[in-house]
């Protein structure tokens, strides 16, 4: 069974950069696609973006469009999402997810395997 431990979030300024890490353990991520979410209180968790174990397709929401990327590294089972240019409403707890399948998906309900989460805050 995988382990998904995600590490990187933090407290910063809107208008910096953070870069989240989520590492596997007990299991591979290399033939799976991976992804990212996010959740704030109240409401949803949401899609962030997604990347195909190839790393030859990623998928983004329209509010990370140009500002996140998602990559992964499966010699290392790991994945990244570099957020750039934070806005306020990018606070939320962040949390990464494995997908069995090589297609990708938006959905969490589509994800099997889901780590903890980091909180990301970001003040204005």
């Known amino acids: 069974q995988v382990q998904l431990v995600e590490s990187g979030g933090g407290l910063v300024q809107a208008g910096d950069s953070l870069r989240l890490s989520c590492a596997a353990s007990?299991?591979?991520?290399?033939?799976?696609?991976m992804g990212w979410f996010r959740q704030t209180p109240g409401k949803e968790r949401e899609f962030v973006a997604a990347i195909s174990w190839r790393s030859t397709d990623t998928s983004y929401a329209d509010s990370a469009k140009g500002r996140f990327t998602i990559s992964r590294d499966n010699a290392k089972n790991t994945v990244y999402l570099q957020m750039n240019c934070l806005k306020p409403e990018d606070t939320a707890v962040y949390y990464c997810a494995r997908r069995r399948t090589y297609a990708l998906a938006t959905s969490q309900a589509e994800y099997d395997d889901w780590g903890q989460g980091t909180q990301v805050t970001v003040s204005s």
């Open positions: 007990g299991s591979t991520i290399s033939w799976y696609v």
